[in-house]
């Protein structure tokens, strides 16, 4: 969809700080687009804003022409799937099999056999299946993010939101994130925020930098 | 928060407001130490109003255990009376203040000493005599307090993001999904005391039975005043039976 996520004159302030100026950007959403920029340009703010876990005073910020202020947290997280920065706090259970189930526990419109197709699917495809059975507790970094993302992506998102995926990880982790991002290109919309250049090059159709918040 | 009040001054004030409030049964004298504390907390720098607004969330449940306890107590004279059932008596009334006011001296009594900032207030403690590890676990906690309540705001609020509607929830289900909250808030502060405990033992922590600190506090004249008035004041309350 052309114009999945657009943004419109945004401006943000916190504690009467401004931290975003005149914001005007507009999303697809196959597209894979990435927002580099030094520490505290307010990339992590801006996508934030756009999941309405921030409230903005000025501008618009629209997801499928419904302006975010007017939609639940709920509502935006079944359109976007987001990865925080620290994928641990998007971890609630106990085993990654529980972990990846728990997006199908409140879903009424799934059968079992269903769910259990779709989460052998996406070990699969994460390449996580000998961690089905692991507590979450022990798992590294990479393994964390590698479970977190599959929850989200289980969800069904139209499109994706990755908070500085690469912190953390090392040549070989980066990788295999790789290779995930790379198959799910063209098929969902993903918004990169980093400042790995390397790493975003790689995989953007679109590069924006943020810099004093503009 | 700095203020030109030693935070043992602040520690001794408190002691003796709290003491009274849990000694007295009189409404009237509660009601006072409430309205003494409160216009010493706003004197301090202090804002009760704020910690109200924070707190919020949890007052119902005392303005709960007053109204179970007004109904309940069945002795003295009945003061509201519906269909013949003694709804609320004095006794009753007497004791659901004395909760009010009582839960009030210690949020108050939370005011005061936040006045003063928390490397004073550890460094009061440890001058008072008590042992460092303790000043040093109590430090460590009150500035893991707010992250703690960070992290659960930020896990409820990733729990939504996984597209769960948690308002159309039954309470049994609210309940339980509320106990998911845990599991990342558990992990990651079990991941903290971990690398604290490494970095400090890294740093020399308890090397030596002794330490040294580069700040130290000095009672001025203005506490050792206060310290008398307050002590003169409790143990006149106490003496005179006031209470």
Redesign the interface.
């Known amino acids: 969809m052309k114009n999945f996520i657009v943004i419109k004159n945004l401006d943000f302030c916190l504690d009467s700080k401004p931290i975003l100026k005149n914001i005007n950007l507009t999303l697809d959403s196959k597209e894979f687009i990435s927002i580099i920029g030094s520490n505290g340009c307010g990339k992590t703010t801006l996508s934030k804003l756009i ?1 309405g ?1 921030y409230p903005y005073t000025k501008g618009s910020i629209k997801i499928e022409n419904r302006e975010v202020s007017e939609m ?3 509502e ?3 359109k976007i799937g ?1 990865l ?1 920065q620290n994928p ?7 085993t990654v099999y529980e972990e990846l189930s ?2 199908y526990k ?1 879903r009424e419109d799934i059968d079992k056999k269903k769910k259990e197709r779709e989460i052998q699917e996406i070990l699969d495809t994460f390449d996580i299946g000998y961690l089905k059975n692991k507590s ?2 022990f798992l590294s970094q990479g393994e964390k993010q590698r479970v977190a993302l599959a ?2 992506l289980l ?1 069904k998102p139209k499109f994706l939101i990755l908070d500085e995926p690469t912190t953390g990880l090392d040549y070989k982790r980066k990788e295999i994130l790789s290779e995930i991002l790379d198959k799910y290109k063209n098929k969902i919309g993903v918004l990169l925020i980093s400042h790995d250049y390397e790493f975003v090059k790689k995989h953007s159709q679109r590069i924006m930098r943020l810099e004093g918040g503009a | 928060m700095n203020n030109p009040i030693d935070p043992r001054t602040k520690l001794f004030l408190v002691l003796c407001l709290s003491t009274i409030g849990l000694m007295t049964r009189n409404i009237l004298l509660l009601f006072s130490i409430s309205l003494v504390g409160l216009i010493i907390s706003k004197m301090l720098g202090g804002d009760f109003f704020v910690l109200i607004k924070r707190i919020r969330k949890i007052l119902y449940i005392f303005f709960f255990i007053v109204i179970i306890q007004s109904i309940f107590t069945r002795q003295g004279v009945p003061l509201i009376n519906v269909g013949g059932f003694e709804l609320v008596t004095d006794v009753g009334l007497n004791r659901a203040l004395g909760y009010i006011f009582r839960v009030l001296i210690i949020i108050i009594s939370g005011v005061i000493i936040s006045t003063s900032s928390e490397r004073d207030t550890i460094q009061g403690i440890i001058q008072l005599g008590l042992p460092y590890e303790f000043a040093f676990m109590t430090a460590i906690g009150i500035k893991f307090l707010p992250l703690l309540m960070e992290e659960f705001k930020d896990t409820y609020l990733a729990i939504q993001l996984r597209g769960i509607n948690i308002r159309k929830l039954n309470i049994s289900e609210r309940f339980k999904i509320t106990s998911y909250i845990f599991i990342p808030v558990v992990a990651s502060t079990l991941n903290k005391a971990k690398k604290i405990s490494i970095s400090v033992e890294n740093r020399g922590f308890r090397a030596y039975d002794r330490r040294t600190s580069i700040t130290s506090l000095k009672l001025k004249y203005r506490d050792y005043l206060i310290i008398m008035i307050s002590l003169t004041t409790a143990f006149a309350v106490i003496y005179f039976k006031w209470i």
Do not use: A, C, D, W
Not at chain 1, 88 to 94: C, N, S, V, Y
């Open positions: 999941m876990i639940s947290l709920f935006t997280g079944r987001y925080f641990e706090k998007q971890i609630f259970t106990g728990f997006t409140y979450t507790f929850s989200v969800n």
